[in-house]
């Protein structure tokens, strides 16, 4: 049963969409600093949502389906991206990185409607579950809230940790970035550039250029992996701007949440956007 008090929909910087009961744990972290930070526009499906449709991930009740349809409605109706949020994701101890469903580039009422219902399917997966147990956790299905926001259509992408994940050193920031949007450098199918700035002046200490044969970009319906230039594919893909955009936005993030803190962001024409905060959960291995 939903509560009577429980909201279908929050949008991003309404108080309500950083609770992480209520929106999970990668919207919640987004909820928190959308009012501080470049976080694209959007909405999240609650898990109140979630549970409005007992045990069934193959229909979504009417109440549900018009609050989605309002909610989509004031954002415009662009094209967006959908992602699963778990109420125990993003959490100190573990990530879920790559476990959950994620979908670019939906646009339309039915196509937002039919990527809700696979990411609340995505819950229950047996890989899902899977992780939960390795993580100590209880191993049962876990409510899913669904995070919606206008896509960016980003020029480049970049994954940057605000310490250094393969030494531990918190004095430095390493950033990897690739063309086009991001889920190729997520996914590990790309080898991207890999720089490494010092932290307390955001000085470049290192910057090794990758491969970067492959990049994720829109087409209709979706999105899909296609050849990089091969001109591009050993050209640097940061420039100094870019470096201090995401260096300054990282160590800002850093400061905000008290520990260092891995992050997704896109940049497009110039104008770096946040995407997901997460803490490093890597690190403790390290000490």
Request: glycine share 10%.
């Amino acid at each position: 049963m939903v509560a009577i008090d429980e909201p279908l929909v929050v949008t991003l910087g309404d108080p309500r969409s950083a609770e992480t009961a209520l929106v999970g744990g990668k919207a919640g972290q987004l909820g928190r600093l959308a009012s501080h930070f470049p976080v694209p526009p959007g909405f999240c499906l609650t898990t109140a949502a979630y549970r409005a449709a007992p045990g069934d991930s193959s229909a979504i009740p009417v109440a549900v389906r018009e609050s989605l349809a309002a909610a989509y409605s004031r954002l415009g109706e662009p094209s967006v991206a959908v992602r699963s949020s778990a109420v125990d994701e993003d959490g100190s101890g573990s990530s879920f990185a790559g476990q959950l469903e994620t979908y670019l580039n939906v646009r339309g009422l039915d196509a937002l409607l039919d990527a809700v219902l696979r990411c609340w399917a995505s819950g229950s997966a047996e890989r899902v579950n899977g992780y939960r147990r390795e993580q100590g956790l209880d191993g049962q299905p876990v409510e899913v809230a669904v995070l919606v926001q206008e896509l960016v259509e980003a020029d480049l992408a970049a994954v940057a940790f605000s310490a250094n994940p393969v030494t531990g050193s918190r004095d430095e920031i390493v950033i990897n970035a690739s063309y086009g949007l991001g889920e190729s450098i997520v996914n590990g199918r790309v080898t991207p550039d890999t720089c490494t700035l010092r932290k307390s002046d955001l000085s470049l200490l290192s910057y090794r250029v990758g491969d970067k044969e492959r990049m994720t970009v829109r087409v209709p319906g979706g999105t899909r992996e296609v050849p990089v230039p091969r001109v591009l594919q050993r050209t640097q893909v940061l420039n100094p701007a870019a470096l201090e955009q995401i260096g300054r936005l990282v160590c800002a993030l850093d400061a905000a949440e008290g520990r260092p803190v891995d992050v997704e962001c896109a940049s497009r024409a110039g104008h770096v956007y946040l995407l997901q905060c997460r803490p490093i959960t890597t690190l403790a291995s390290l000490s």
